[in-house]
C-alpha cells in the first residue's frame, strides 16, 4: 500500500525519485501554448522559467493524462521531473476540477510504479484539491500482482511507488488532514475491493468473500452476521439458494451493520456478489465468460462503502448486504423452467439462468425492508444490455423515486464517477408474467436493462424509496489503464456509496 504525506519541504532539497509537476493547455485565444500549472513555480524557476519550452520541445501539449520525463533541474535530490498533463487551463477565477487533479495524479502514480518516492507538486487551492490529488495517486498507484510469482521476486512487474509526498498542502490545518485522511479510509477500502473483483474465482468462493467480510467488519468495530447454506434453507431464500443450487461451492448472505450513536438516518447498501456466472444451464458462449469473475464487483462495492463509512465514523447508520452465490451448471442447477420461492414469498419462474443476479438481489432487497431504511440503493453487474445503452464507463441509475435518483446522479458526478438516470417503464412489466409463476426472471429483450429493473423493484418493500445501480460497464475495465483506474476491478460505485452516506450524515439529502 502507498504511504502519502503531506509536506511543506522545497521541491529543490527533497530526497526523491521524481518531482510530479502539472501542466495544461493554454487558451487557443493566447497562441495555445503550454502552460505550467500553480504549485511547480519554485520548479520552473530552476529551469529559469523555461520549462513550458523544454517541454513543448520534447512534444509535451498539457493534454490530459499525457506524462513527460525529463532531468531535474542541477541541484535538485531528486533526479527527475515528470510532468503531467491537466487538459485545459481553467477559465478565468475558476481552478483547476478535481477530477482532472485525480486524473492527473493518478496517471503519474502509475507511471512512477517500481520508485520508491515522488513529491507531487500539483496544483494546491484548498483541502478539497489536496484530497482529490491524495485520492487519484493512491488510485492510480494500485496494481494487482498477488499471483505473479515473476513480481513477487522483484524481478519482473513494477510494485506500486511506495511513498508520496504531497507538496503545497497546511500539513496542520484541520481541513487538510481530514481531507487527506479521507481520501487514504476511502482509497485504501476501494482498492480492496478491487482486489476482491481481480481475485480469480477458483480462490473468491462465497465463503472466502464472507470470511474477508467478517474479519475486515471485526478490526473496524462492525457488527457482522453471515447465512450460510442452512441458514439460508431456514430462512427461505430460494433465490439465492436457487442461484448456488449448481455449485460445489454454497452461498452466502452477509450482513454489515455499521451503526453511529449519532445518527438520525438509516441507508441499506445491497451487493451483487456473483462470483462466477458462468450462466448456468442458460450457459454463456466463450467470449463472454473470461472476465466473469468481476460479477461481484456490486458486493465488493458494498463492502467497502460500508467499511470506509465506519473507517469515517459517519454519522449514518449503515447496513451492507452481500449476496454472493457461484452460478454454475451441474446437476443440482436450477433449471430454465423451476420455480423458486422467494425469500419474500413471491414465486419466480427461471426462464433463463443468465439472469441470476436480480435473483440473489431479490431476496437480498427484501431481507434489507424489513428493517424499512430510510433509503436502499442496490449495486450490481446485472445486464449486458446497460452496456449496449451507456458504454464501458458509464453506470445506469433506476429508482422508484425521481428526487432519489437525481441525487444519486448529482453525488456521482461530484465524485467523478459517471451515471446516468435510466427510467422504470412499467409497460416493460407484462413481458416478465409468467403462465406458471407470479413473474419470471426474463422479459423482453430490447430494454434488458430496464426489465432487469422492474423485477427488482417487485420485491422492494412499500413505501420505501430506492435506487438500482447497474455497473455491469464500469465495474471492469477490459482496455488499458487510464487516469486512475487500472486494468480490471476499476471500484466502481464505492465513492458514490460513500459520498451518499456523508450526505445523508451531514443531512443534505431528504
Ligand atoms: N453478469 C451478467 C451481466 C454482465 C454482462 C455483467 C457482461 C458484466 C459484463 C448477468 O448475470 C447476465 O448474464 N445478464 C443477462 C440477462 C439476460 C439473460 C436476461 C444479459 O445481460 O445478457
Ligand atoms: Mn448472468
Ligand atoms: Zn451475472
Known amino acids: ?184 479510509a476511502v482509497t485504501e477500502e476501494l482498492n480492496r475491493a478491487r482486489d476482491l473483483v481481480n481475485t480469480p474465482p477458483n480462490d473468491l468462493t462465497p465463503e472466502a468473500f464472507a470470511a474477508v467480510a467478517s474479519a475486515a467488519a471485526k478490526e473496524h468495530g462492525i457488527k457482522v452476521q453471515v447465512l450460510d447454506e442452512k441458514a439460508l434453507v431456514k430462512g427461505g431464500f430460494g433465490g439465492i439458494l436457487g442461484v448456488g443450487a449448481g455449485s460445489e461451492a454454497p452461498p452466502r448472505l452477509v450482513k454489515l451493520s455499521y451503526t453511529s450513536s449519532k445518527a438520525d438516518k438509516h441507508l441499506a447498501f445491497v451487493g451483487k456478489g456473483i462470483t462466477y456466472d458462468s450462466g448456468g444451464i442458460s450457459l454463456k458462449p466463450a467470449g463472454h465468460n473470461e472476465t466473469m469473475k468481476c460479477d461481484m464487483a456490486g458486493a465488493a462495492a458494498v463492502f467497502a462503502a460500508v467499511v470506509a463509512a465506519a473507517r469515517l465514523g459517519l454519522k449514518v447508520n449503515v447496513t451492507g448486504w452481500l449476496a454472493l452465490a457461484e452460478n454454475m451448471p451441474s446437476g443440482s442447477a436450477t433449471r430454465p423452467g423451476d420455480v423458486l420461492r422467494m425469500y419474500s414469498g413471491k414465486t419466480v419462474e427461471v426462464l433463463n439462468t443468465d439472469a441470476e443476479g436480480r435473483l440473489v438481489l431479490a431476496d437480498a432487497i427484501a431481507k434489507a425492508s424489513e428493517e424499512t431504511p430510510d433509503a436502499i440503493v442496490d449495486v450490481a453487474t446485472l445486464t449486458g444490455a446497460m452496456m449496449l445503452a451507456l458504454g464501458n464507463r458509464t453506470f445506469g441509475i433506476m429508482a422508484n423515486d425521481d428526487a432519489f435518483r437525481t441525487s444519486i446522479h448529482e453525488v456521482a458526478e461530484e465524485v467523478g464517477e459517471p451515471s446516468w438516470p435510466m427510467p422504470l417503464p412499467s409497460d416493460l412489466r407484462k413481458g416478465m408474467d409468467s403462465a406458471t409463476a407470479d413473474i419470471a426472471n426474463m422479459g423482453e429483450r430490447m430494454g434488458g436493462g430496464l426489465v432487469a429493473g422492474l423485477f427488482l423493484q417487485e420485491f422492494v418493500g412499500e413505501g420505501i424509496t430506492w435506487a438500482h445501480l447497474d455497473i455491469a460497464g464500469p465495474a471492469f475495465n477490459e482496455g488499458g489503464a487510464s487516469g486512475y483506474t487500472p486494468k480490471g476491478g476499476t471500484g466502481s460505485a464505492v465513492r458514490t456509496l460513500v459520498r451518499l452516506a456523508e450526505r445523508t450524515a451531514d443531512g443534505d439529502l431528504g
Open 1 to 184: 500500500m502507498t504511504a502519502l504525506t503531506l509536506s511543506t519541504a522545497a521541491a529543490s532539497g527533497l530526497r526523491a525519485d521524481a518531482i510530479v509537476v502539472g501542466v495544461a493547455k493554454g487558451a487557443a485565444s493566447k497562441s495555445g501554448g503550454l502552460v505550467v500549472a500553480p504549485g511547480a513555480e519554485a520548479v520552473d524557476k530552476a529551469y529559469d522559467g523555461k520549462l513550458a519550452a523544454v517541454l513543448e520541445t520534447l512534444g509535451a501539449s498539457g493534454g490530459e493524462g499525457e506524462v513527460t520525463k525529463l532531468p531535474a533541474p542541477s541541484g535538485f535530490k531528486a533526479p527527475v521531473v515528470l510532468a503531467v498533463g491537466l487538459g485545459p487551463v481553467p477559465e478565468k477565477d475558476e481552478t483547476y476540477d478535481a477530477e482532472a487533479l485525480r486524473r492527473a495524479a493518478g496517471a503519474a502514480a502509475r507511471t512512477l510504479a517500481g520508485a520508491k518516492k515522488a513529491a507531487f507538486a500539483l496544483p494546491v487551492e484548498d483541502s478539497g484539491d489536496a484530497g482529490a490529488i491524495a485520492e487519484g495517486a493512491l488510485l492510480g498507484a494500485y496494481s494487482f500482482d498477488a499471483y505473479k510469482e515473476s513480481a513477487q521476486d522483484g524481478k519482473n512487474g513494477k510494485a506500486p511507488l511506495a511513498e508520496i509526498a504531497l507538496l503545497g498542502a497546511k500539513p496542520r490545518d484541520k481541513a487538510f488532514k481530514a481531507a487527506v485522511e479521507r481520501a487514504i
